[in-house]
């Protein structure tokens, strides 16, 4: 038996933007009956699989980030969302449950387990295919694409390369006819036959190999451009939360993958090149002489052994280099940025001690590559040279006996370095091939964070927002380990002032990052004006929003280049009527040269309160639809918050103003307040009304 009304909720708060009727959930219901267990079926557009599972699977599932619904034993239907843990263990398992109060419950694993009939069916929506559709996701192919984009650059690159080869196969067929020929023969006419033919193709093979140096500068100069372009546009395209999961220094490194990779790419086609030609030069060699030919293959065959052999111990030894590396430049980049707050502290010390052994580290596990790669010089040198000797001495042997020329032998020695001299590179390019497969993985790992949308850039709604904001059923958490949840139904109605308030930790900030589609939520739906944030351009939307946060991202700059966010068509006027709403007019005339003084970094010459009403008549400047104030008032004396205040509210014509804070003074004059309390709003309405029926919120304001 299933409830049929508990199913259509569950699926209208995964799938908010797909409409359910009862006619479907009808079907719905009997496929999940009709269909035995471990079987898939697909119900208008909605593809589904069943399955009598256990609860680690459902609990593996959810966590991966799959979509799924489980029965219990009274018929109904709910929503796995996460789960808590307790010493490494699950403990708790947070619902949605539409018979709940708020539509979600937390419960333990028991009870969980004691009312699961062990039944889950995992949902997607079907997708149609097309074969002629491009995929969403972004691969490696950006960073190559450039490649194929530039063909009428690399063909001459790769024709340069294979006559510079072909060329190189005169020098020992010259020797040979010197020898063999001229010097046995004194026939003087033929040397200068010879000598005027050389330097043809000496002069020949000097001209490919400059045309192909410049072909394979522009080409990799337009690749490099490309991929740099291709890994900044990835890298933020992030969400917010996998961004910061990672230091700063680990994120610079990526960006540089674009400057290897085109080092790289050079590297290896120039080398792909040299060993298809190997197989000629070895071709020729056996055509002098096969004994010889023998020769330079076992020599050939103990180098690539060696190389192999020697290949994952470099990559390890390169691999830690890496690491150390990232190391050293994220606390380079974290000191420099927070160097006030280090010096306030008296860390000046201990993080010059901490970054004196970061420089070490690094210079140690860089020598160890060196080290290593060095040994594998070394030791493919010495196998060349040893092949060369032998081959000397063999032929030498074969001369004496009359089998074997000198002049052969002379070109056979030439060929055999030509043949040999490549490989001796061979440990570097399989280090090369080994790099690129990692450039691979790293630019991979970006890609996989870039959230697909349903449209591409050029699809996307670029409409005029007004400032109405809705949050359908929505539910957010920042990863499988993460103790914290957002979920929030709530309508935040045009030309309104909201105050959302909480303590600290509530989820306030988190609740900022969505509304700007800075995050995505894992279920539910956000719209702007009716529209699915997905669905809207957002840089052309945050346009239109203004916001102040705690980082108020000043630059470094004149105070007028950032209130104008560097928009020439903003007036000095329209700067200086939002200054004075910011209430920051007069602080900023009496700067040293008022508007057009610089300010540093993060305005490091401001003080926080200066800096946060900079960072509002920013903001405001754009007269924005939308308002976005997190904790703007928290640096201010009282009188100049209530000024500021009121400055906003009476200045907003229709403006939706949201002020995420702490004040009891701002939630006062909010048209409607949302309290929110570990990630779920508890209460919302005036703030006299909330005050008189709420224990909770009264607490918040230290009353009783």
């Keep these: 038996m299933t409830d049929n009304k508990s199913l259509q909720d569950c699926l209208a708060f995964i799938f908010p933007t797909k409409g359910f009727d009862e006619q479907l959930v009808n079907d719905l219901s009997s496929a999940v009956i009709a269909v035995d267990s471990a079987r898939s079926f697909s119900v208008d557009g909605l593809s589904a699989s069943l399955d009598n599972m256990e609860f680690e699977k459902l609990s593996e599932l959810i966590s991966s980030g799959e979509k799924a619904l489980a029965q219990l034993a009274n018929g109904n239907w709910v929503v796995p969302l996460g ?57 490696f192919s950006d960073l190559t694409r450039a490649f194929r984009e530039y063909q009428h650059l690399l063909s001459p690159v790769l024709f340069s390369g294979f006559m510079v080869s072909l060329l190189s196969l005169a020098s020992p067929f010259f020797f040979m006819l010197i020898l063999d020929k001229v010097v046995s023969y004194r026939a003087w006419s033929t040397l200068t036959a010879l ?147 280090i010096k306030m502290l008296g860390l000046m010390g201990n993080r010059t001690t901490e970054y004196c052994e970061s420089i070490t580290s690094a210079e140690n596990a860089r020598q160890a590559k060196d080290d290593s790669e060095a040994f594998v010089r070394s030791g493919t040198a010495f196998i060349e040279r040893s092949g060369n000797i032998l081959m000397l001495a063999v032929g030498a042997a074969m001369v004496m006996q009359s089998s074997l020329t000198v002049g052969a032998l002379v070109a056979c020695n030439i060929l055999m370095r030509r043949l040999t001299g490549p490989l001796a590179k ?40 007004t400032g109405a904001l809705e949050f359908k059923k929505v539910f957010f958490r920042y990863g499988r380990d993460s103790r914290f949840q957002l979920m929030i139904d709530a309508k935040f109605p045009r030309g309104e002032i909201i ?116 960072a509002l008549a920013r903001a405001l ?57 570990d990630g779920r709003v508890i209460a919302s309405g005036k703030h006299e009304r909330l005050t008189s029926d709420n224990v909770a919120y009264r607490a918040l304001w230290g009353r009783h």
């Design 83 to 139: 789960f808590e843990y307790e010493n490494g263990e699950i403990a708790h398992v947070d619902l949605f449950d539409p018979l709940a109060r708020d539509g979600s419950i937390n419960v333990t694993k028991n009870q969980f387990m004691s009312q699961w009939t062990g039944l889950g069916v995992l949902l997607h929506e079907a997708q149609s295919i097309d074969n002629n559709a491009k995929p969403s996701t972004h691969t």
């Design 195 to 341: 000598v005027v033919g050389a330097i043809f193709l000496i002069a020949f093979e000097g001209t490919f190999e400059y045309i192909r140096t410049v072909f394979m500068n522009r080409m990799t100069k337009s690749v490099g451009r490309d991929a740099s372009a291709a890994t900044f546009s990835h890298t933020t395209a992030i969400p917010s939360e996998i961004y910061e999961s990672r230091s700063i220094g680990a994120w610079i490194h990526d960006n540089r993958q674009s400057e290897r990779l085109v080092r790289l790419l050079r590297h290896i086609s120039i080398a792909s090149v040299e060993y298809v030609f190997a197989f000629i030069f070895l071709a020729v060699l056996l055509w002098i002489n096969w004994i010889l030919t023998c020769v330079a293959i076992a020599t050939c065959l103990f180098q690539i052994g060696f190389a192999f052999y020697c290949g994952e111990k470099v990559d390890k030894k390169g691999k830690e280099s890496q690491d150390n590396l990232e190391r050293k430049e994220s606390l380079l980049i974290e000191s420099l940025t927070h160097l006030h707050a």
């Design 426 to 465: 061979l440990p570097m390019f399989l280090r090369d091939l080994r790099e690129l497969k990692n450039i691979q993985k790293r630019w991979q790992d970006i890609s996989r964070n870039v959230p697909v949308a349903p449209m591409n850039n050029q699809e996307k709604l670029r409409k005029k927002i």
């Design 499 to 614: 105050a959302v308030v909480g303590k600290s930790g509530a989820g306030k900030t988190t609740l900022t990052n969505l509304m700007l589609g800075l995050n995505s939520p894992q279920v539910g739906l956000i719209c702007m004006d009716g529209s699915d944030l997905r669905e809207l351009n957002l840089e052309h939307m945050r346009q239109q929003i203004g916001i102040v946060t705690h980082e108020t991202g000043l630059f470094r700059g004149s105070v007028q280049a950032n209130i104008a966010s560097w928009d020439k068509k903003i007036t000095l006027d329209r700067i200086q009527n939002a200054a004075r709403m910011a209430c920051i007019h007069d602080a900023i005339q009496a700067l040293p040269r008022g508007y057009d003084t610089i300010i540093g970094d993060d305005g490091a010459n401001l003080s926080s309160g200066q800096k946060s009403r900079l």
């Design 621 to 677: 400047v754009r007269d924005p639809a939308l308002l976005i104030l997190d904790e703007v008032t928290g640096d201010l004396d009282p009188s100049t918050e209530h000024m500021l205040v009121s400055n906003i509210i009476n200045a907003r014509r229709g403006r939706t103003t949201i002020f995420l804070t702490h004040r009891e003074f701002v939630a006062n004059q909010a048209d409607i307040v949302y309290f929110l309390d």
